[in-house]
């Protein structure tokens, strides 16, 4: 949630005790889940776009073992989101399709949505949208748009409100 939020500081810290303590405990599973979600913090808060990479990479690697492949789909999907972010198409296809195809074939139709967007995302990017959005005057990427508009950082900090304002006791 902190990291919904926009609080990128607090949620570094909460991953690295859950890492810590992962470790600590010898529990790979959790190490590779804070690892991905580290680098899933990184890219969303734009600091850090190599370590992001670096660290999705190497969480990928780790979903490899047994017992936590199913895991696998969200390293893939991140790693397409950032050849996105990047404007690496092929790439970012490449990644998001693997993601897509292992979901669907292990039954989990709740996490592939992530992955669906990121192909349509994809293919905007490649495709006639980009050129009638340029033909209007308007950015050729509608996901860049929202983006620049502020409306996600708005509702994180209306968010934040509502939940401090309502007496959330995690808030």
Request: charged share 20%; glycine share 8%.
């Amino acid at each position: 949630m902190v990291t919904e939020q926009g609080h990128y500081a607090q949620a570094q810290a909460l991953l690295d005790e859950s890492r810590d303590i992962s470790q600590a405990q010898g529990d790979q599973a959790r190490v590779a889940w804070a690892t991905l979600h580290q680098a899933r913090l990184l890219f969303l808060s734009q600091s850090e776009p190599q370590q992001a990479q670096r660290l999705a990479e190497q969480s990928l690697a780790q979903f490899e073992a047994p017992g936590i492949g199913w895991m696998r789909a969200w390293a893939l999907s991140l790693l397409g989101h950032m050849h996105l972010a990047r404007g690496e198409w092929a790439q970012a296809r490449a990644k998001l399709e693997e993601s897509a195809v292992y979901l669907q074939e292990i039954g989990n139709r709740c996490d592939s949505c992530e992955p669906l967007l990121g192909l349509a995302r994809a293919a905007l990017g490649q495709q006639e949208l980009a050129e009638v959005r340029r033909r209007q005057g308007l950015d050729p990427d509608p996901f860049a748009a929202f983006e620049a508009s502020g409306y996600a950082e708005r509702v994180a900090q209306e968010r934040t409100a509502l939940t401090t304002a309502g007496g959330y006791p995690g808030a």
